[in-house]
């Protein structure tokens, strides 16, 4: 580290990507001089934040059904956990990144049962899931995130919704999870017996059981063989998991037998608290 004699250590300027620094297209900040955006937060509890400054989306005029306007993100509008990623899935992505400003315009987008999109926001940005979800999808790539990675968040946030809507996509969600556990298995079996054609049979049955996602074919197609990897690298994380809130809950029940020897009362006393990723 380079040092001065009057002012000691100096820290070396700290290289910021491009994206962040100049242009986030198809992201910006709002106002005169609106690149580059700007994701300003305030945490508002363990896992949510609030929007404190306006974020604009600018969709590509090649987009289909392009809406006449930008999407402007106002402050108020908007409580996200950020990317609803999984810790056991951290070594694949984080809740933040270059996918920040994607992910909460898509969480803008996705409205529950129970909710209602701002009376403010013009009608064309008052989207269906299933388009809100390809929207996803366009603004990752755009913004830089690697393509893998873009499709593979994608397949995630489309289960989500194909979960959420109509009953008849929760019980086709429902069948290919049965199929992919059927499908796991006998690849595991095929692996441990050396057989070619169960090998081979496993690693085909993605193809046809995607068309239980009816027209998300490519999601589910991406979801089917992400399944085997998602589990390689999560198995190891969530284990370690496991065994770190074995440990919270000893130190707990440790602590409440003491206080209970030295003639406390624990009346009413709060159970052992979850960690956040668990919630």
């Given amino acids: 580290m380079a040092t001065t004699a009057e002012a000691g250590p100096v820290r070396p300027a700290r290289r910021i990507p491009r994206f962040w620094a100049v242009d986030s297209t198809p992201f910006s900040a709002a106002g005169d001089r609106p690149q580059p955006c700007r994701v300003v937060l305030r945490q508002v509890d363990d896992n949510d934040f609030e929007l404190v400054e306006t974020l604009v989306y600018t969709p590509p005029d090649d987009l289909p059904d392009r809406p006449a306007a930008p999407l402007a993100i106002l402050p108020g509008w908007l409580t996200s956990d950020l990317a609803s990623i999984p810790g056991i899935l951290g070594w694949f992505a984080r809740r933040h990144g270059r996918h920040t400003p994607a992910a909460l315009a898509h969480d803008f987008l996705i409205t529950g049962d129970d909710e209602k999109p701002p009376p403010d926001l013009p009608v064309d940005w008052v989207l269906p899931p299933e388009r809100a979800d390809v929207l996803f999808r366009h603004m990752l790539t755009a913004s830089g995130v690697p393509p893998v990675r873009a499709y593979l968040m994608w397949a995630a946030v489309t289960a989500r919704t194909r979960w959420t809507t109509r009953l008849h996509r929760k019980l086709g969600l429902v069948a290919w999870g049965l199929a992919a556990l059927a499908g796991t298995a006998v690849l595991a079996v095929g692996l441990a017996r050396g057989s070619t054609p169960m090998v081979a049979a496993a690693l085909a049955a993605p193809v046809p059981a995607a068309l239980l996602w009816g027209n998300q074919y490519v999601a589910g197609l ?58």
């Fill in 222 to 279: 991406i979801a089917g063989y992400a399944v085997w990897w998602a589990l390689l690298g999560s198995a190891p994380a969530w284990t370690a998991y496991k065994l770190y809130q074995g440990v919270e809950g000893l130190v707990w029940l440790a602590r409440r037998l003491r206080r209970r020897r030295r003639g406390m009362a624990t009346a009413g006393e709060v159970p052992p608290p979850v960690p956040y990723d668990a919630r």
